[in-house]
């Protein structure tokens, strides 16, 4: 596996064996979660940093973030499951 941009700008996921990302364009306080190992870095801007989840500073502007992010997620997939039903109701009427 290799480490994959899970939000932009500021989450990545990958597995501690990856080589992490270190070029210029990784803003400072993005993230970093090993999927094998559960570790958590942070970009300094200079170096991923190893932290607990507990013991991340998330700001009140980060946090509203993340649940800005899950609440489209959780409207687009409620949208989709919506449009799921449609097609199969229309399926159902088509063969009755």
């Known amino acids: 596996m290799a480490v994959i941009l899970v939000s932009a700008p500021h989450q990545y996921r990958g597995l501690s064996s990856d080589v992490k990302p270190t070029?210029?364009?990784i803003p400072i306080g993005s993230t970093i979660t090993m999927d094998d190992t559960g570790q958590v870095s942070v970009w300094t801007g200079s170096a991923w940093i190893g932290q607990t989840p507990a013991v991340i500073d998330?700001?009140?502007a980060q946090a509203?973030?993340?649940l800005a992010r899950e609440a489209v997620a959780?409207?687009?997939?409620t949208e989709l499951m919506s449009?799921?039903?449609i097609?199969?109701?229309d399926l159902d009427d088509a063969i009755t």
């Open 64 to 66: 509203l973030a993340v």
């Open 74 to 77: 959780t409207r687009q997939l």
């Open 83 to 85: 449009e799921i039903e």
């Open 58 to 60: 998330v700001t009140a």
């Open 87 to 89: 097609a199969d109701l």
């Open 23 to 25: 070029d210029g364009t």
